[in-house]
């Protein structure tokens, strides 16, 4: 599976920033503003901004088996960088 990369920092509600990346199998940039947007919302920060600067298209490149089977499952994998908790 290719998937495609959006690296995405965040302020959270305490200031601090958050990094994380949106990985998806489609390459839509609005469709991982959307998945951002709904993970923030999981984590009690569904008030961060999330636009196109602060989630931008990085890279694509193959997926490993465990993100390929969260993409097929939710849509989108998040992986935490930075900030997150």
Sequence with gaps: ???HVYDTYVDAKDGHTMHFDV???KKDHQM?????KEWLKSIGEGDSKVSTEECQFCHSQGAPEPIANE????GY????MEGCP
């Excluded at 994998?77 to 935490?80: A, L």
Aim: glycine letters at 0%; hydrophobic letters at 45%.
């Design 1 to 3: 599976m290719e998937i």
């Design 23 to 25: 990985i998806t199998s």
């Design 32 to 36: 991982a503003i959307q998945y951002a």
């Design 71 to 74: 993409i097929q499952k939710k």
């Design 77 to 80: 994998f998040i992986q935490k």
